[in-house]
């Protein structure tokens, strides 16, 4: 049986690919933070008991933060792939964590490759989580082949982390593939970034549980895709002889003020009613035009993304809409206003 360790397994993608890994009868490690409040909400559906008999899912504590932990779970699991996913993710908070960031999203990615240097897992492959906020305001469309011009202290650190990767591929010969993914999202996606703030708030105030929603940039423009068709892409990556890097996108591109008409509109409102600007969302230097080209991975791989722009809006509304009844019923107080 192959053995996988996913870091970050309690975070969108996380979760999805470990249904996914699970399906295609992996056993599947996954790297939890300890932390005071329940985090292993997006994978809680899948936790099987590891006294029993059959049990293909393990969790263990660790840390990118902490090396040590890192050797220890390698040298316990010695898995045939690793999913480097773990990371502080959120763009406008790296610019109020930037060094914590760097070391999350940076620097914890060479704890893990010297890790499995060290301990010679010389036919261990790995997945490494780069994105498209490494090209920033390198202009659309955006290939391989595009130079990155990060925008945040969370772009450098992923600009950091891919090079390691092609660094210790190159240096060492190991299997490294860089997945650069542009946004992709899900009724999974964490609440303070944008796609899920709007869905999640154009529900609550279709039920009159909210009256206003805060945004910051409504003009910057992504391409926005399902998180559960971007993690088949991950573990495709894996399958080829040979690590490489290779651009996840859907080739389309809409502002936010398109998602927020969509998302209101799906529920029969007008979003300008209920938005309003509040500067403090938006971000010291912002990434203006996101639109992805990945022709490659369609070619070598043969992926392609099956969820529209406009499915995947309507897939989140109708989530957000139900767990909102959930907690209208329950009595749940006023929403509140994260950073985000
Ligand atoms: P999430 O923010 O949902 O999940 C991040 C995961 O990383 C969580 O499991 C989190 O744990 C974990 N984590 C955070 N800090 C640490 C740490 N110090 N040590 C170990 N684990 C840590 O991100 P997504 O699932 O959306 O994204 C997965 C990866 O892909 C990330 O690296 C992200 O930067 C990258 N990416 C995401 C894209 C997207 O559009 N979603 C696009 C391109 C790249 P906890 O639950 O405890 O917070
Ligand atoms: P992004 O996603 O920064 O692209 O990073 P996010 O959803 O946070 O922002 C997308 C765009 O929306 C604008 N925006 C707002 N964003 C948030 N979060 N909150 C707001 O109120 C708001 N108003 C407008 C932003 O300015 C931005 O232009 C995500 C993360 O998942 C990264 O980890 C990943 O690498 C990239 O996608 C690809």
Redesign the pocket.
């Known amino acids: 049986m192959r053995k996988a360790l996913i ?9 999805y690919l470990a249904e996914v890994l699970l399906e295609k009868g992996y056993e599947v490690h996954g ?3 300890r ?1 005071s409040s329940f ?2 909400g ?1 994978i809680d559906h899948l936790y099987q008991d590891p006294h029993l008999p059959g049990t293909r899912l393990f969790l263990h504590f ?5 090396a040590s932990s890192l050797n220890i779970i390698l040298k316990k699991v010695r898995p045939d792939e690793i999913y ?7 763009v406008r908070v790296s610019f109020d964590v930037p060094e914590y960031t760097a ?3 940076g620097t ?1 990615t060479i704890r893990l490759l010297e890790a499995v240097r060290e301990i010679g897992l010389s036919d261990t492959r790995i997945y490494q ?5 490494m090209f920033g305001a390198s202009p659309p469309p955006q290939n391989e082949k595009t130079p990155f011009y990060p925008r945040s202290p ?1 772009g450098c650190a ?1 600009v950091y982390s891919y090079w390691i990767g092609v660094n210790y591929r190159e240096a060492y010969g190991m299997h490294v593939s860089n ?7 899900s009724p ?3 609440e303070t ?1 944008v796609t899920r703030k709007v869905t999640r708030a154009a529900s609550r105030i279709k039920l009159g549980m909210q009256k206003k929603l805060y945004l910051g940039n409504l003009e910057a423009r992504r391409d926005w895709g399902f ?1 559960k068709d ?1 993690v088949e892409a991950m573990w495709l990556m894996l399958q080829q002889p040979k690590g490489d890097d290779y651009v996840c996108a859907t080739g389309e591109s809409h502002t936010v003020r398109e998602l927020c008409e969509l998302a209101f509109g799906h529920l029969g409102l007008d979003y300008r009613e209920f938005v309003d600007i509040d500067p403090r969302y938006y971000r010291p230097t912002e990434v203006d035009f996101l639109l992805g080209d990945a022709s490659k991975a369609e070619q070598q791989l043969g992926w392609k993304p099956r969820t529209s722009f406009k499915a995947l809006v309507s897939m989140m509304v109708e989530s957000d809409l139900e767990l909102a009844a959930r907690e209208q019923r329950a009595g749940a107080g006023p929403a509140v206003s994260r950073h985000g």
């Open positions: 870091t970050g397994i309690t975070g969108q993608d996380g979760s790297m939890v933070r932390s985090n292993t997006r660790g840390d990118l933060n902490d480097n996913l773990g990371a502080q993710s959120h070391e999350v999203t914890g989580a780069s994105s498209s906020e969370y992923k997945g650069i993914l542009f946004n992709h999202e999974r996606r964490g970034f998180a971007y």
